[in-house]
């Protein structure tokens, strides 16, 4: 195949044609890593390309195969790293000219995991400053952009990630999602983005571990692709309480198995704590919703009134980086994001009462969550309001505009059916829904029961199966 049909290639076919002897992992990492040299003037979506490594790594594949190795499921396949998480040897930047030269002295276990499995580490890609944004830029890098339109963000705090496997700069990205910061590029830019139950995937490095709302998962063209990349990550440490004790979250429940979704009830929510959703995205998540009961399933509009927590979700976020950011006032505020700088002054205002008031909130939601899941297998809503944002929004002070209607920042007025699961636990994941009217992606959000993660998969597959994607691609630079 070419090399630009071979950049778009799913990473399961890839390793596939890998174990077949039919590709050459050096053959396969030197496409890609030729392809992001342009891509990088253009997309800026890598931090770092770790050029040289990749390659010994892929000839070090090869070996392996030709030799009749025992192979993993990712073998040979080149993977991106998001800029939070350590790679050994490489800059964790944290987005932030803080960390400028903070190089990693191990692997993150994810990122062991990876490795174990065969994955080809090619390079960390961009996070705004500690992940504090739906937009991926900063003084420290610039901006980064949406392949589907470099005037658009690709979202954040993903979104090197999101950027890089849209543009076929390899077909697996790590990202991390506090927010929806996985799922909300993936909207942007067309692709899958998957934030697991708590406790599914580790994350070893959250500073609050028994209060964690980060999340770490994939970003990828296909689901199957994505559900492959979550079954290498999953797994207990001894450093993430909420992997202790945990259950199989692999199991597919029977109701699934085939594509007869006459056993399945799916509550549809048209908004969250959003005043608006744009009508191109409505009619999108209305005809997913279609092909779903065309399969059998139950659909029906979710009429309980759900009390979204948006300013104590804003409350719990801004609070803590006002606490965390503090000691790097003194040296560094005028290098830091004003985006930081302004949830960290506002997060300074809110008091223990609000702090403590809105962790009660937090199990208040999740509870209201779990009362909707008695009667229903899946919750469904778009992923984000409106199409990707321009690259010069100000995330910090600027309103969304819904429709030609402003709709408050974008906690309020675009991504507010992310951050809400964040909070639950509970798996959800974006996949595309369709094109806006502007001709960027639009992304359908499906969230599940605890655990439910592999269910969840398997009905993102069926709507991939009946409203293909992935042969999509971005117009060419």
């Known amino acids: 195949m070419s090399d630009a049909d071979l950049l778009f290639t799913s990473a399961t076919k890839a390793a596939a044609l890998i174990r077949a002897r039919k590709l050459s992992p050096v053959d396969y990492v030197g496409a890609v890593l030729d392809a992001i040299g342009p891509e990088q003037e253009r997309l800026n979506c890598f931090v770092t390309v770790m050029g040289d490594e990749a390659m010994d790594q892929a000839r070090r594949a090869e070996v392996m195969v030709m030799a009749g190795e025992a192979l993993g499921p990712l073998h040979g396949v080149p993977v991106h790293i998001k800029d939070l998480i350590d790679v050994a040897g490489v800059r964790t930047t944290h987005g932030t000219a803080i960390f400028a030269d903070n190089v990693a002295k191990a692997d993150d276990v994810l990122v062991q995991r990876l490795r174990a499995a065969g994955a080809i580490i090619i390079g960390k890609t961009t996070t705004p400053e500690f992940g504090n944004k739906g937009m991926t830029d900063g003084p420290s890098f610039g901006i980064t952009r949406n392949p589907w339109n470099t005037g658009r963000t690709p979202g954040g705090s993903s979104g090197g990630a999101a950027a890089a496997v849209a543009a076929g700069l390899a077909p697996l990205g790590l990202g ?57 990550l999953t797994g207990t440490t001894a450093k993430d309480p909420w992997t202790q004790g945990g259950t199989d979250r692999r199991q597919l429940s029977p109701a699934l198995v085939g594509a007869d979704l006459s056993a399945i009830r799916i509550g549809y929510i048209e908004r969250c704590a959003n005043p608006r959703v744009a009508a191109d995205v409505a009619a999108n998540t209305r005809a997913a919703l279609a092909a779903f009961a065309d399969l059998g399933a139950e659909v029906e509009d979710v009429t309980d009134a759900v009390d979204w927590i948006e300013l104590e979700g804003r409350i719990l976020y801004q609070s803590n980086f006002s606490v965390f950011c503090a000691p790097f006032l003194p040296k560094w505020q005028n290098q830091m994001d004003p985006v930081t700088l302004a949830f960290m002054q506002r997060g300074g205002t809110f008091s223990l009462a609000d702090f403590r008031n809105a962790q009660f909130a937090r199990t208040r939601l999740f509870r209201q969550i779990q ?81 439910a993660d592999t269910d969840m998969l398997r009905l993102a597959s069926l709507l991939e199966l009946t409203r293909p994607w992935a042969q999509h691609r971005p117009p060419a630079p």
């Not at 505009?401 to 951050?419: F, N």
């Open 176 to 232: 991390t999602d506090g927010a929806g910061s996985v799922r909300g590029p993936a909207a942007c830019c067309g692709v899958v983005g998957l934030k697991p139950t708590l406790g599914a995937v580790p994350y070893d490095t959250t500073r609050d571990a028994f209060g964690n709302n980060i999340y770490a998962g994939p970003l990828a063209r296909t689901v199957t692709d994505a559900a492959v990349m979550h079954a290498v």
């Open 371 to 451: 009362a909707l899941f008695e009667r229903y297998d899946f919750l469904v809503m778009p992923t984000n309001t409106r199409s990707a944002l321009p690259v010069g929004f100000d995330a910090a002070n600027d309103e969304v505009e819904v429709d030609g209607v402003k709709c408050g920042i974008t906690r309020q007025g675009w991504t507010s059916y992310q951050y809400p699961f964040n909070l639950t636990g509970h798996p959800a994941v974006s996949v595309p829904s369709g094109f806006a009217e502007d001709g960027l992606p639009t992304g359908l959000q499906i969230v599940a029961r605890w655990g």
